[in-house]
């Protein structure tokens, strides 16, 4: 069974960093033809919003609100894909999730709608 694991959340000071993992399960990611891993994120009262995305080429994006300071990589030993967070502000305080689709043949996007597969979420919360 297919199976996206997050963790790594947790209270943070503003200005620091924070590793978020997703863990796969279920399926190999280095034996899928094509896939995108992407990672969201919903706060309170707020619409799920696309923070970045990683294909199995290696294509990457990134929300405009997290550019230099996030950065998405993948081990595919671990069939784990990571999203580092640094420079952390309280508006990145959300739930986070990570989300996986075969069908964007070597793309990765960062709206929702195309991501079949979901995690649970992992609270990330930014505050003094």
């Known amino acids: 069974q297919l199976q996206l694991v997050e963790s790594g959340g947790g209270l943070v000071q503003p200005g620091g960093s924070l590793r978020l993992s997703c863990a796969a399960s279920?399926?190999?990611?280095?034996?899928?033809?094509?896939?995108?891993i992407g990672w969201f994120r919903q706060a309170p009262g707020k619409e799920r919003e696309g923070v970045s995305c990683?294909?199995?080429?290696?294509?990457?994006n990134y929300a405009d609100s997290v550019k230099g300071r996030f950065t998405i990589s993948r081990d595919n030993a671990k069939n784990t894909v990571y999203l580092q967070m640094s420079s952390l502000k309280p508006e990145d305080t959300a739930v986070y999730f990570c989300?996986?689709?075969?069908?964007?043949?070597?793309?990765?996007?960062?709206?929702?709608?195309?991501?079949?597969?979901w995690g649970q979420g992992t609270q990330v919360t930014v505050s003094s």
């Open positions: 989300a996986m689709t075969r069908s964007l043949l070597g793309l990765c996007v960062l709206f929702p709608a195309p991501y079949d597969y």
């Open positions: 279920g399926f190999t990611l280095d034996y899928l033809d094509y896939y995108a």
């Open positions: 990683i294909s199995k080429g290696g294509s990457t």
